[in-house]
């Protein structure tokens, strides 16, 4: 059979109509995308735990997995990229030197010298920020996160001067003019001017009973869990290797473990 | 009455003026606002009246059950359960911000900043129709 030019181009028309229609709205997009949204039926089976905590197995990370990582994170919670000092960091990367300076090692081998380290904020069983917050903005909640509530923070900042990870970021200017636009996850809200934010060990999705987005993309170089249930997949590796945390005298009594 | 010259007629244009308001809207119904109803679905987490009344004190009891309590599931009176949040509940039915929220926000003059954080729509970027 032959087929004209005029006639290939109609059908290639049509077909381009047909595939682009479900996301164009005019086929019923309204139910099938309302079924997207995450509904009472997510949250029927949370993940529930005493203390939430992480292993980071550090040598199992490349600049890739950082950055896969990293943007998991920051894209799925709408966090700003600014660059210089006023930078917005849910996750982040460090050398040794800034992420563990307690630890002073004289001679340190060259493969953990070398190496860089993801860091987050450490959802501590004893945090310093929660204690200075003159508004209780910031607070530990019953599963043992640090848990921000943005609609009370006043931007005062203490808890950015308690915190001795400098997991938590303030706001100068409004965050919604540094989210790319077709980036921005609509199904999460960004902050405001004057708010400070940070980690959240993905409390969201916990509810819903799945794993934080970090750990997920991580593909097993973390691992994440209950710290209080001797059974628990991160007490599991903590039992076989030996893991250090950041700045253990500051009394913080972080939950975040590392690897060497 | 002492200088009742000048204070009779300047009761009267005091009370003229705050009776103004009041006179001007006499014999009125009732302030109707016209808003776009959702078409996906009929039956709201309240019933209508209760939501125009406390629809904000119904938000700030599920902001402080989600991030306080851990608590994310809301059952209705009839039974029905909703996930608790503003932009995937709320504004997944009433998709349309400015034809629903602002029509009655705008009219009685208040300027709630929600959407200074929460998007208005977990569907649509803002402005797209």
Not at chain 2, 50 to 55: A, I, L, P, S
Request: hydrophobic content about 35%.
């Amino acid at each position: 059979m032959q087929r004209s030019r005029r006639d290939f181009l109609k059908l290639a028309g049509v077909s381009a109509l047909g595939l682009s229609a479900g996301t164009l709205g005019f086929l019923g997009e309204g139910a099938q995308a309302a079924d997207a949204l995450p509904s009472a039926a997510d949250f029927a089976k949370p993940a529930k735990a005493k203390q939430w905590g992480m292993v980071i197995d550090t040598a199992k990370f490349d600049d890739a997995l950082f950055k896969k990582c990293i943007d998991a994170c920051h894209d799925n919670h709408n966090v700003p990229k600014i660059e210089g000092k006023q930078e917005i960091k849910w996750i982040w990367t460090e050398d040794f030197e800034g992420s563990f300076p307690t630890e002073r090692p004289a001679f340190l081998a060259e493969a953990q010298e070398h190496r860089k380290y993801l860091l987050l904020c450490n959802h501590c069983a004893n945090p310093a920020c929660t204690r200075v917050c003159p508004t209780k903005a910031t607070f530990k909640n019953d599963e043992g996160l640090v848990i921000m509530d943005y609609h009370r923070c006043i931007g005062c900042r203490y808890c950015m001067a308690g915190c001795p990870y400098g997991a938590r970021s303030f706001n100068f200017r409004d965050p919604g003019e540094f989210i790319a636009k077709d980036k921005l996850n609509l199904q999460y809200p960004h902050r405001t001017r004057g708010v400070v934010e940070k980690c959240t060990f993905c409390v969201e999705k916990l509810a819903q009973g799945k794993l934080p987005l970090c750990v997920e993309a991580s593909g097993g170089a973390m691992v994440f869990g209950d710290l209080e249930d001797p059974k628990s997949e991160v007490r599991k590796v903590l039992k076989e290797k030996y893991a250090i945390r950041r700045k253990p005298d500051a009394g913080t009594d972080p939950s975040v473990f590392y690897i060497l | 009455m002492y200088n009742g010259k000048y204070i009779i007629p300047g009761l009267i244009i005091f009370l003229a003026l705050v009776l103004f308001p009041f006179i001007k809207g006499a014999g009125l119904g009732p302030l109707k606002v016209e808003t776009e109803k959702p078409k996906n679905s009929k039956e709201c987490v309240l019933k209508t009246e209760k939501m125009r009344d406390v629809h904000m004190v119904l938000l700030n009891e599920w902001r402080d059950d989600v991030i306080r309590n851990g608590k994310r599931v809301y059952t209705n009176e009839s039974g029905k359960q909703f996930n608790m949040s503003l932009t995937n509940t709320c504004m997944g039915c009433h998709e349309n911000k400015d034809k629903f929220c602002d029509k009655c926000h705008v009219e009685v003059g208040v300027n709630p900043y929600c959407w200074n954080c929460h998007n208005t729509s977990p569907l649509k970027k803002e402005g797209e129709k």
